[in-house]
């Protein structure tokens, strides 16, 4: 029975690692993948971005045009009136200007937003693409980190699953199912007793059923957590050491 529980402990650990490296397997991938996925929503934002900042673009070139217009109406007609005599025709002259000269202005308030704008839009678009180029390159560590790590996990995962062969077959078969279902259920199976103590679930093991833990003639299992009990040589009384 010693043999086989120290057989089980072994297990154990061979399958903490397997575990480990089996979880490195599959994080590094999904980190990768939502990573990428970063990167598609930012690209949107980035081609969102400059669709606004060229219609903002536009319209400014448009309104400054409109105002080059505007004032060279209202250049020519401030020419014309210096040539009117006619006192009527003076003041409607004089009224189409001053009109004019309102227009111009609210043509520039338009110039000066739509500036605004753009300026605004610049600065967002290029910290979005900042933001992208810095993605792009955790992108490529994390995808040269995911390959490094992953192939030297497979390597050790081949290496820990013939260890893991040749240690199972020696276990008899009951010990191994209930080995097998317990990891299935608690993650782990075996649990070291301490001083009376299951020290995976914490609870006070019945002095009956300890006395029989630290003899270690049969498969024990802890009452609260079901996991088979073991206990390290050093741990085990010495009168009980005399009784085994
Ligand atoms: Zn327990």
Do not use: W
């Not at 498969?219 to 040589?233: D, E």
């Amino acid at each position: 029975m010693k043999e086989q529980l120290a057989l089980l402990e072994q297990l154990q650990k061979i399958d903490n690692e397997i575990d480990i490296h089996e979880k490195d397997l599959e994080r590094l991938p999904m980190e990768v993948q939502e990573i990428a996925r970063s990167l598609v929503l930012i690209r949107r934002d980035v081609s969102e971005l400059k669709e606004k900042l060229e219609l903002a673009e536009n319209s400014l070139k448009k309104r400054e045009q409109d105002l080059v217009v505007e004032q060279e109406k209202i250049k020519r007609s401030e020419r014309r009136l210096l040539g009117i005599k006619n006192t009527k025709e003076f003041n409607a002259l004089s009224r189409e200007i001053k009109l004019g000269k309102k227009v111009a202005g609210e043509i520039e308030e338009s110039v000066l937003a739509f500036m605004n704008e753009a300026e605004g839009l610049r600065k967002v678009l290029d910290r979005k693409e900042s933001e992208y180029h810095e993605l792009e390159e955790t992108l490529v560590k994390k995808k040269s980190e995911a390959e490094t790590i992953g192939s030297k996990a497979k390597k050790l995962l081949s290496k820990l699953n013939s260890q893991k062969d040749k240690i199972t077959v020696s276990i008899e078969q009951d010990y191994l199912k209930r080995y097998i279902t317990v990891k299935k259920a608690r993650g782990s199976a075996i649990a070291e007793m301490i001083n009376g103590i299951c020290t995976a679930c914490h609870m006070a093991i019945p002095p009956q059923l300890n006395i029989r833990v630290l003899k270690q003639e049969e498969l024990i299992i802890c009452p609260n957590c079901h996991r088979i009990l073991y206990v390290r040589p050093e741990n085990i009384p010495e009168y009980n050491k005399l009784d085994a």
